[in-house]
């Protein structure tokens, strides 16, 4: 994000601002106060389609004007919408068609947001002709910074299951099957259960039916949808380009979202951005954000992206929405900066007074600009302009982590052998022991660049095809280590078992096979001791299975009745590297022991040696210099030591530390040497206030 970094001169702060819902007066003071807190960038007018095309065709951008004036005149860019994430009510009532239909039928009337169906023609015209009308107005606005196509596609409604959308997954299909329809049958094994199609005309989207539907057909239904959203998005950036080809383009995914293939879209965008509501009531809400942040960094190599929205405290939509306490706002807003991104933004400016999301916070809320909110707010946003060479800096790491939505959607469809594997809980359990080992993930798709990682992970990586199944092996023969856990490798690309014992693309790696999947009932414990005799923190749960070993030399093993000294966790060696199998899940703290082994054995480093528990270190490299961000996630206060000195950058006059005092839920923000002393002038945001 080259173009929002020079013009920005850091990173990017505000937030979702929908002045639209305000009169003249509190306009106003929305714009002295942007300028107290250091606002630079604000994600304007996402749900503003109904103010500016009233009626078919009858666009008036008068209102907008002047916010947009407003906004330049206090030096805030617009990440400006291309306002189609809610269609207006004429337009659902002009044309009912373009309403999304669900599996069984229903037809999801207006009244709430995102009521389209993705492949509409008529809702992609529309909005085509909104964004060649909102582009063509303000290609040469000072405000205009940036495009905000769409808002959060697929959060609400990610398939439709009308006679449109049939029709498109039907196009869809004899595009990726060549026109073959025997190609078609062969990948979804329409033998079985007499399902076999003489014509692409007999097929349908996957709609409630007697029993389960072809579950190779619902992947690919799942694969159109996110491409049937992506064509939505394309339709206006396309519009964008050819009107303002200097401004780029994003739009933003949600955190921890199964139905958009982040992997397939992200090279068809300019930045990604990504909205991240940890629950505050989670204790351990802080790794799975890491998580969600490594694995959008994924898709951009490493790059910076864009946090386009979190909650400044309570969000609305949980069941109990907690607050974020005193710190909490600034310490996660810093993990993500800490994690790649190069805007820290919230949902919204203002909380609202009407509608359903009055009970949300905003950075300015119902009791005004006086409030521990605002002021915690104003305050991040004084920090963060103190420290403009993090914008642009990038993030590589000696550990990767193999995700895959197309295997997350897999995973978890129906008719499996436990309902209790869920991908992102398979996910978290490896990333959370590699996190607590202290170091640097990324979370990478399996076609990545395994060549510069030390440590490759896959967990419960269902899906995983011939092929990059073979580049794991590869890795693993050239003197990678790895570590893969169960129910993994276990399908193609289009969910037909690999046969020859479970995985087998990866067998010869990991020198075993596996016969027999024996999942627990639910909340049956798995009895378990090491191989060394050592003892262990306890059981394990969910899963068990039988065990060939072919080479490997079991460092678990399963106990108790029937299962008595059978492999339930395993290590082989194989080229100049070795590959470790988890048959089960072990407790928290046994994985966690297993995990750091195998990181000490492959030589990756953790970002800072010695750290207390709930402390995290991340590291982020400029051209010449790094910026290593530490945070303190837990409820005692720590004194940490660097290995050598460092410029401490949220201190006036950055001065050179050796050892930094973190209270709970401290952040320090450490610079190489050299970023030491008075921060230059030019490097600086410009002054507003
Ligand atoms: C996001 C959405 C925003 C707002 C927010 C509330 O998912 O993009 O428009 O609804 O949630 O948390």
Redesign the pocket.
């Known amino acids: 994000m080259r173009v929002l970094r020079s013009r920005l001169g850091g990173l990017a702060f505000g937030g979702?601002y929908n002045p639209e819902q305000w009169d003249a007066a509190t306009r106003a003071e929305d714009l002295r106060l942007m300028a107290d807190a250091k606002v630079n960038m604000v994600n304007l007018g996402?749900f503003a389609w109904a103010r500016v095309e009233p009626a078919r065709d009858a666009y008036d951008f008068t209102f907008f004007d002047e916010v947009m004036d407003g906004l330049a005149a206090h030096g805030v860019t617009a990440d400006l919408a291309t306002m189609t994430a809610s269609p207006p009510p004429w337009l659902g009532h002009e044309h009912p068609e373009i309403l999304p239909v669900t599996a069984d039928g229903t037809v999801l009337s207006p009244g709430g947001r995102q009521h389209f169906c993705p492949s509409s023609p008529v809702y992609r015209d529309r909005a085509a002709r909104l964004v060649e009308a909102l582009a063509t107005h303000y290609r040469d606005h000072p405000a205009l910074g940036l495009w905000h196509i769409g808002?959060?596609y697929g959060?609400h409604v990610a398939e439709c299951f009308c006679d449109v959308s049939a029709a498109d997954f039907r196009r869809w299909l004899h595009e990726r099957y060549a026109g073959d329809i025997d190609a078609l049958n062969a990948a979804w094994s329409t033998d079985f259960w007499s399902q076999r199609y003489a014509a692409f005309d007999q097929v349908l989207p996957p709609r409630a039916a007697p029993t389960y539907p072809n579950p190779s057909q619902q992947l690919d239904f799942k694969r159109f949808s996110s491409e049937a959203l992506r064509a939505c998005f394309e339709v206006e950036r396309d519009v964008l380009r050819r009107v303002t080809p200097d401004v780029p383009v994003t739009t933003?995914f949600?955190a921890g979202h199964k139905t958009v293939d982040v992997y397939d879209w992200a090279p068809h965008m300019d930045a990604v951005a990504f909205?991240s509501?940890p629950d505050p009531h989670e204790k351990h809400a802080h790794i799975g954000a890491a998580l969600s942040y490594d694995a959008l960094r994924g898709a951009v190599d490493g790059a910076p992206w864009l946090l386009t929205?979190q909650?400044p405290s309570a969000?609305n939509?949980r069941s109990r929405n907690g607050g974020k306490a005193p710190g909490q706002m600034r310490l996660w807003s810093w993990q993500a900066v800490a994690h790649g991104a190069d805007a820290v933004m919230y949902?919204q400016w203002r909380q609202s007074r009407g509608g359903a999301?009055k009970f949300?916070s905003g950075m300015v809320p119902h009791g005004g600009a006086d409030t521990r909110v605002h002021r915690e707010v104003r305050a991040l946003g004084r920090e963060l302009a103190a420290v403009p060479e993090l914008a642009g800096t990038h993030t590589r790491n000696e550990v990767a982590v193999l995700f895959d939505w197309n295997s997350w959607w897999a995973l978890e469809l129906d008719s499996h052998p436990s309902e209790g594997v869920r991908c992102i809980e398979q996910v978290l359990d490896y990333y959370g022991a590699l996190f607590e080992a202290g170091v640097g993930i990324d979370v990478v798709h399996p076609s990545a660049d395994l060549s510069g990682y030390k440590l490759v992970v896959l967990p419960g990586l269902y899906l995983l095809s011939e092929e990059h199944a073979g580049r794991v092996v590869d890795f693993v023969a050239a003197g990678g280590h790895l570590v893969v856990s169960f129910f993994t490798g276990i399908v193609d690309e289009h969910d037909r078992v690999h046969l020859g014992g479970y995985p087998a693309p990866l067998g010869k790696a990991l020198g075993l096979h596996v016969e027999e999947f024996w999942p627990t009932a639910e909340g049956e414990s798995v009895a378990l001791r090491a191989a060394d005799g050592e003892p262990l923190a306890g059981d394990g749960s969910l899963w068990r299975e039988d065990v060939v070993l072919a080479g490997a030399r079991p460092e678990l093993l399963f106990a108790g009745p029937d299962w008595e000294g059978r492999p339930a966790a395993t290590v082989h060696t194989f080229g100049g590297g070795t590959a470790r199998y988890v048959a089960t899940r072990p407790h928290p703290a046994d994985l966690g022991a297993l995990v750091a082994r195998a990181v000490a054995e492959s030589g990756a480093a953790p970002v800072l040696p010695g750290l207390p528990a709930g402390v995290e270190a991340a590291l982020r490299r400029g051209d010449g210099y790094d910026v290593l961000v530490l945070l303190n996630h837990g409820d005692t206060a720590h004194d940490v030591d660097l290995p050598e000195p460092r410029a401490d950058l949220l201190a006036a006059d950055r001065p050179e530390v050796r050892r930094v005092a973190l209270e709970p839920r401290g952040v320090a923000v450490l610079g190489s040497p050299h970023l030491g002393g008075p921060r230059p002038d030019d490097a600086a945001p410009a002054a507003r206030d």
């Open positions: 979702d996402v808002n959060e959060i933003n949600l909205d509501y929205e909650a969000v939509w949902f999301e949300h």
